[in-house]
């Protein structure tokens, strides 16, 4: 599934690690979400959506 | 890929149950003479060390529901599969040989040993379907 997780990120100048650590998640994860290889839970998803104060539909969008 | 808490944990785990099978392997070397009989005695003591085996097995479940990370889960669940699909497709089908033909016939104790190294295939079919092979565990 498309995001535009790298996209936000970078419009807050934070580095994978940092938006690993505020997820609490590996920076691995935020770099398989980030180049659309793996999919999050709706839980996590959630917790990406409230950290950027965005919806989901805002940040992951259909194929 | 630094240690997480649950990954720090697997590795004391595994430490310390090592240290235990080697010991357990020793002592019921020492106390059974080669071609022992299968009595009370001698089958207790054979089975120490398959208690640190199975503690092992414990360790890993444990670990994979420690990992708070679902990502990195799902990257060991994946080695896990994998382990556990060739072990089986091995046994089986060396097995099938026993049945069939005069093969070797190869002990079962073997069947662990070889489901750690699937592991690490897991980790290679990680690594070349999701371009990353997850922590080594």
């Known amino acids: ?63 | 890929m630094s240690m997480n808490p649950a990954q720090r944990r697997y590795i004391r785990h595994m430490i310390a149950l090592s240290i235990a099978y080697i010991l357990a392997v020793m002592v019921a070397s020492a106390l059974i003479p080669d071609g022992a009989a299968a009595t009370p005695l001698t089958i207790g003591i054979a089975l120490v060390p398959a208690l640190a085996t199975s503690g092992f097995i414990w360790a890993m479940a444990r670990y994979v529901a420690d990992l708070g990370d679902e990502y990195v889960r799902m990257l060991e669940i994946r080695k896990m599969l994998v382990a556990t699909g060739m072990t089986l497709a091995l046994a089986s089908g060396w097995g099938i040989l026993e049945l069939f033909t005069d093969v070797p016939r190869v002990p079962l104790f073997f069947v662990f040993p070889v489901w750690c190294l699937g592991l690490a295939v897991g980790s290679l079919v990680n690594r070349v379907t999701i371009g990353d092979a997850g922590p080594c565990a």
């Not at chain 1, 990120?9 to 690993?20: G, H, V």
């Not at chain 1, 180049?35 to 940040?59: C, H, N, Q, V, W």
């Open chain 1, 1 to 63: 599934m498309k995001n535009r997780l790298k996209v936000l990120r970078a419009e807050r100048d934070w580095s994978q690690q940092d938006l690993a650590e505020r997820l609490q998640v590996s920076r691995q994860s935020v770099n398989a979400i980030e180049t659309d290889k793996y999919d999050p839970s709706l839980p996590l998803a959630f917790r990406i959506a409230d950290l950027f104060g965005l919806s989901i539909e805002d940040i992951f969008l259909k194929d």
